[in-house]
């Protein structure tokens, strides 16, 4: 009897322990369907002016850089700044027991799935801008009131009905003004403004803990430097106030050519320090292009047509510094001599010197004239493995030396910018991060890749470039920082901050505890508890 009862008494505690088991086995499965069901639910009971989708949303899994792609649970399509604080207050009170995460999402230029969250809620911000007008204010200090939803076109049409325009701008200008503001916006008019971050007065701010802030210079200081050039971070811009000047309705638009790098460095520095100067100034690298002086004939008249037609380039890595000069009313009997005497001063090759006059507002939109080319033979929606770095001053001749004389081997795919700014146009309270020297050169490789290529134009070819610049920058220690930045370890984050990589840690922990902001970046990974 004791035995058979020892036998029994088993049986039952295997039986007991299979039961147990497959009951666990149940509730671990059965769980996250019911924390996923009730996340749905709670999400689909808020109460927004806007409203919120759970299907066909491909579209906020995809950026300009079409290189990841990553599907989020839910896109909001807010129609105000509370719904978008809504939002964000109620991921914010589900606290750490959510893997949910909120990413703003303006025009979708992203390169990397910056403006991603996968499995969490997207802001469709462009949605925002349609209850929201624009506010011009005239006056001896005149800006305008926008919506962080709005593209920058937008803004220069309506400015311009008014005589002014933004001073600083992108070379693209389809792009949100949260998009730009979370990063800089560098152009060629920075030397003179700073960039876009540099030229804000106020914000308005939803933070990762939900809540509507007004911030400036004056008010809520930290969080204004915060959140300019901290990549979303410590908040989603729902409006901002942009600095403005009198806009003139034509410039002359001029490109020449050099030979030798040093020249075309030193001159680009003299005229970037100059009194008087140019509005504008970009460098541009040609290395085995084809076609170079016949494509720019069709836009630019030559100074002398004879000459210009003898030109050769023989395969040689030229430099083209590119410039503009804003042509107002009462200095239009003067603009010619002006630019004579600025282009006196420099040493480009003569033959080489272009010059067209265009409204103020073809010139600033000339990227989107050549995007409307380049998707009509289905080539703007191709992988776009750009590689933006901040170079100094004191290093720029070794950097071109081996990367424009060695490593890069033509420009066909892309072009590659390069022209300097002064770092005292930006503020140093702000999260943008430069390297440290009185002038730095931002250097743009802005490719993009055929997918079914394995050859120069492949995707694999472009990468393998960036990796090469990066690691000779790395090694050889040129204090290089890269714009629009990339990384895949918290390590690296850390090192690309440096000195200042605790004040945003501490910045972060103010205004976004739990990490559930701007998940893309890969800079902070949300906490989330397993009780």
């Known amino acids: 009897m004791t035995c058979q009862s020892f036998v029994l008494t088993q049986k039952k505690n295997v039986l007991f322990l299979r039961s147990f088991t497959i009951m666990v086995s149940v509730w671990v499965i059965t769980k996250p369907n019911l924390c996923f069901s009730s996340v749905l639910s709670s999400l689909k009971a808020l109460d927004l002016q806007g409203h919120i989708t759970f299907e066909n949303n491909e579209f906020a899994s995809q950026d300009f850089g079409n290189q990841i792609h990553a599907h989020p649970l839910a896109v909001v399509h807010p129609k105000s700044v509370a719904d978008?604080?809504?939002?964000?207050?109620?991921?914010?009170?589900?606290?750490?027991?959510?893997?949910?995460?909120?990413?703003?999402?303006?025009?979708?230029?992203?390169?990397?799935?910056?403006?991603?969250?996968?499995?969490?809620?997207?802001?469709?911000?462009?949605?925002?801008?349609?209850?929201?007008?624009?506010?011009?204010?005239?006056?001896?200090?005149?800006?305008?009131?926008?919506?962080?939803?709005?593209?920058?076109?937008?803004?220069?049409?309506?400015?311009?009905?008014?005589?002014?325009?933004?001073?600083?701008?992108?070379?693209?200008?389809?792009?949100?003004?949260?998009?730009?503001?979370?990063?800089?916006?560098?152009?060629?008019?920075?030397?003179?403004?700073?960039?876009?971050?540099?030229?804000?007065?106020q914000l308005e701010v939803v933070t990762g803990k939900g809540e509507v802030l007004i911030c400036s210079q004056e008010q809520n200081a930290d969080l204004f430097h915060a959140v300019l050039g901290g990549l979303g971070q410590f908040g989603i811009i729902t409006r901002a106030r942009i600095s403005l000047e009198r806009a003139p309705k034509m410039v002359k638009w001029i490109r020449v050519l050099y030979s030798d790098f040093s020249t075309f460095a030193r001159d680009q520095d003299h005229l970037i320090s100059a009194a008087k100067t140019f509005d504008y100034i970009e460098g541009l690298v040609i290395k085995n292009k084809t076609g170079l002086i016949n494509n720019w004939r069709t836009s630019f008249d030559p100074q002398d047509p004879v000459q210009a037609s003898h030109f050769v380039s023989d395969g040689r890595t030229l430099y083209c510094l590119e410039l503009t000069k804003n042509i107002y009313p009462e200095k239009a009997d003067t603009v010619n001599q002006e630019i004579e005497d600025l282009l006196s001063q420099l040493s480009y090759i003569p033959s080489t010197l272009f010059m067209s006059e265009v409204t103020y507002i073809e010139f600033l939109d000339r990227v989107h004239a050549s995007e409307l080319k380049l998707r009509s033979k289905g080539l703007w929606d191709l992988p776009h493995p750009w590689l933006n770095l901040l170079v100094p001053k004191s290093k720029i001749q070794h950097f071109a030396n081996e990367v424009f004389g060695n490593i890069l081997s033509d420009t066909n795919n892309g072009p590659v910018l390069v022209y300097p700014i002064h770092k005292s146009k930006v503020d140093n309270r702000t999260s943008f991060v430069c390297p440290d020297e009185d002038i730095i050169y931002l250097v743009a490789f802005l490719s993009h890749a055929n997918p079914s290529s394995n050859g120069a134009d492949s995707l694999r070819h472009a990468l393998t470039q960036n990796k090469r610049i990066l690691d000779f920058c790395e090694v050889s220690h040129l204090g290089v920082k890269q714009y629009l930045p990339h990384y895949t370890t918290q390590e690296k984050w850390r090192t690309h901050f440096g000195p200042q990589w605790e004040v945003f840690v501490q910045r972060k922990s103010a205004y976004d505890p739990l990490a559930m902001l701007a998940p893309g970046q890969r800079i902070f990974q949300k906490a989330v508890s397993v009780s």
């Open 84 to 201: 978008i604080s809504e939002i964000v207050r109620h991921v914010w009170q589900m606290g750490p027991g959510s893997e949910l995460t909120v990413a703003a999402r303006g025009h979708g230029h992203s390169l990397l799935g910056q403006a991603q969250a996968r499995g969490g809620v997207i802001i469709n911000m462009e949605s925002l801008r349609q209850g929201q007008e624009m506010q011009v204010y005239r006056g001896q200090f005149p800006y305008v009131d926008v919506s962080a939803g709005e593209l920058w076109i937008n803004i220069l049409h309506e400015t311009l009905k008014y005589g002014l325009a933004p001073k600083s701008w992108t070379d693209y200008l389809h792009l949100t003004v949260g998009g730009t503001l979370f990063n800089a916006g560098i152009s060629g008019q920075a030397f003179r403004h700073g960039p876009q971050i540099s030229n804000v007065r």
